[in-house]
């Protein structure tokens, strides 16, 4: 089957690349609307094509790859809050924070966005959250708002007892996380610059690498005019290369896969948010034009504020449970010590179990379960890597894991010592 004329069709309408996904995969799509349309010439079905908006979304909804879950490698998300942090003092009801998921697939993206801004204590009128995608069927999914367990790969049990309602039909989202995103059923190439610009943040994730190169120069400078100077782009893993770095400023944190917009001045823009949202919190008051004060933080921020001003310093400091004994200036300043000492000796046990302890006060609590994961992997017979990971296995509803951990060590105290 010839479907040249086709793969010039896709290319100049959406941009995708045919030598990337796949000759085979366009001809299977071709076949089953052919079939559809009880056509056997691909050129007849390409006039049609080219005339018929049903037929291109068909065609499309066919081509495209819907797959994403909630919270979905979980560190943008981390550092999503780390930036919204250090931009407190900017948000109101008069001037909400913009966010932008594009494309948004399902939904679950942009609402895994609005939940991390409403855990951090943002009120809902403080931000709004664009979400495009050009797949309808997609679109149709996300306002529905009903998710299966697929779409919970990157979620605790907890997380979602906490978000979601358990029905016959699925696992329904909170109506005030669903109310916070506004869906755009839309072609990307074709839309954005429609937005408007002064977005805060974007999320661009695992589009850039179907696309064509030209397709993908014209999105990311698109992008770059919505963007506010310092303003967040997140891509996907396999993107980073794709980005220019006359307009972006990659971030140095890991496993972020984001950058931030440079000034239109062709300067850096600001640097990068901490890897932990509370580390931000520890940012001198001359590193901020202005500090929240307890009467405009978001509620959940304002006991911290609260503190600080009885000791008469009104400045963002971190509540007293974070700073727990034996952490001397601070968590995040340790845990930033610990992550150059890994740089120097990345086999030390010793520092990948200081910051699971770290990271635990700080109540990052997969990124700790990774960090003892790696630590036993470096000391197997390390019995308290083992008393943390069946603790905090409980903690994440990972009961089988925790048992196997509880095994592990039962046996590892049978041996004699080494």
């Avoid at 979905?72 to 008069?94: E, G, N, T």
């Avoid at 001198?284 to 959940?300: E, Y």
């Amino acid at each position: 089957m010839d479907v040249t004329s086709i793969s010039g069709w896709l290319s100049s309408h959406i941009g995708i690349s045919t030598s990337i996904i796949g000759v085979s995969t366009l001809r299977r799509a071709v076949a089953i609307r052919l079939e559809a349309q009880a056509l056997t010439d691909t050129q007849v079905y390409l006039a049609l094509l080219l005339n018929s908006e049903e037929e291109q979304d068909a065609l499309v909804d066919l081509v495209v790859v819907p797959e994403t879950w909630f919270f979905r490698d979980r560190q943008p998300f981390v550092h999503l809050q780390a930036h919204v942090i250090q931009r407190l003092h900017d948000i109101s009801s008069q001037t909400p924070l913009r966010l932008l998921s594009a494309p948004c697939s399902s939904g679950e993206e942009p609402y895994s966005m609005a939940m991390t801004l409403l855990d951090l204590g943002i009120p809902a009128n403080h931000f709004t959250i664009d979400a495009v995608d050009i797949c309808k069927p997609s679109i149709r999914k996300a306002r529905k708002a009903v998710y299966t367990n697929h779409s919970f790969r990157g979620v605790t049990i907890s997380e979602r007892h906490r978000h979601f309602r358990t029905t016959a039909e699925g696992f329904v989202l909170d109506p005030a996380i669903a109310s916070a995103v506004r869906f755009h059923c839309s072609n990307l190439m074709r839309c954005l610059e429609g937005f408007g610009g002064s977005y805060d943040v974007v999320f661009c994730r695992n589009l850039l690498i179907y696309l064509e190169d030209q397709a993908g120069t014209y999105l990311l400078e698109t992008i770059a005019g919505l963007l506010k100077p310092g303003g967040l782009l997140v891509v996907g893993a396999a993107e980073m290369g794709k980005v220019p770095a006359a307009l972006f400023q990659p971030l140095r944190q890991s496993f972020v896969f984001g950058f931030e917009r440079r000034s239109a001045a062709g300067g850096e823009a600001p640097s990068s948010a901490p890897a932990n949202p509370k580390s931000a919190a520890t940012l001198p008051a001359s590193s901020r034009s202005q500090p929240p004060t307890a009467a405009t933080a978001p509620r959940r921020l304002r006991p911290m504020l609260v503190q600080a001003k009885r000791s008469g310093t009104e400045t963002l400091n971190p509540s007293p449970a974070i700073l727990a004994p034996g952490f001397a200036d601070g968590p995040a300043a340790e845990l930033e010590r610990c992550r150059r000492r890994l740089q120097l000796e990345p086999t030390s046990d010793g520092t990948y179990l200081r910051m699971a302890e770290l990271l635990l006060h700080l109540q990052q609590k997969q990124e700790a379960f990774d960090c003892l994961q790696k630590c036993l992997y470096l000391q197997p017979k390390s019995q308290e890597a083992l008393g943390k990971l069946i603790a905090l296995s409980r903690e994440l509803d990972q009961m089988e894991q925790s048992q196997r951990y509880e095994d592990r060590l039962a046996r590892l105290k049978t041996w004699p010592p080494s």
